[in-house]
């Protein structure tokens, strides 16, 4: 699977990049979406080396294919009930990446407040029910609140031309809200 690109290589580092320089970034930071998380959350460096972080820990770590995009916007039941996903934006990643941006999206803040903890123990036995090594609680929840820092990115610099400034602010806000609570650009240092 190496010719599917990781989201901390490459073209995804130089799509990041372009966000982060200064105009572009500000840009974010004044609009409704900036608004809506907290000045702590505003700096563009602490932000690019949270990334950069996030990627040097993800190399050490198993990689699968994510779909990269799993935002409720995406998400779709058959007539059996069935769920699914449609937009895939395949990537090498770690686990949490996807877990993390998909139960942030999914959950408002309270329900995020109260299910996430169990959602992520109900997803590490899933992982042991089809054999596959899971993390121990412990270290999926560091690896899962790091990861909150790359949602957070890609709501805030995400283009209206792919979803409105009201569901970008929205999902900044959920993520804002979780790195906050977590102190995730902490658990990120350099």
Same mark, same amino acid.
């Given at each position: 699977m190496?010719?599917?690109?990781?989201?901390?290589?490459?073209?995804?580092?130089?799509?990041?990049?372009?966000?982060?320089?200064?105009?572009?970034w500000r840009h974010y930071m004044e609009s409704p979406r900036g608004a809506a998380i907290s000045n702590r959350l505003h700096d563009a460096g602490q932000m690019r080396?949270?990334?950069?972080?996030?990627?040097?820990?993800? !190399?050490?770590?198993?990689?699968? *294919?994510?779909?990269?995009?799993?935002?409720?916007?995406?998400?779709?039941?058959?007539?059996?009930? %069935?769920?699914g996903f449609f937009?895939?934006?395949?990537?090498?990643?770690?686990?949490?990446l996807e877990v993390s941006y998909h139960m942030t999206c999914a959950l408002d803040i309270a329900d995020r407040r109260q299910w996430e903890r169990p959602l992520l123990v109900h997803y590490l036995e899933a992982l042991k029910s089809h054999g596959i090594a899971a993390p121990t609680f412990d270290k999926a929840?560091?690896?899962?609140? !790091?990861?909150?820092?790359?949602? *957070?990115?890609?709501?805030?610099?995400?283009?209206?031309?792919?979803q409105t400034e009201a569901i970008? %602010?929205?999902?900044?806000?959920?993520?804002?809200?979780?790195?906050?609570?977590?102190?995730?650009m902490a658990l990120l240092p350099r």
């Open positions: 190496d010719w599917v690109g990781s989201r901390f290589d490459g073209w995804s580092v130089t799509y990041q990049e372009r966000y982060l320089v200064p105009d572009v080396r949270a990334l950069l972080r996030i990627g040097e820990l993800e !190399r050490a770590e198993p990689h699968c *294919l994510i779909h990269g995009d799993t935002h409720l916007g995406n998400l779709y039941i058959e007539a059996n009930g %069935t769920p937009d895939a934006q395949v990537a090498r990643a770690s686990w949490h929840w560091l690896s899962y609140r !790091r990861s909150l820092a790359y949602g *957070l990115f890609i709501f805030v610099i995400n283009e209206i031309r792919f970008n %602010t929205a999902y900044t806000a959920r993520f804002g809200a979780a790195c906050l609570e977590h102190d995730t």
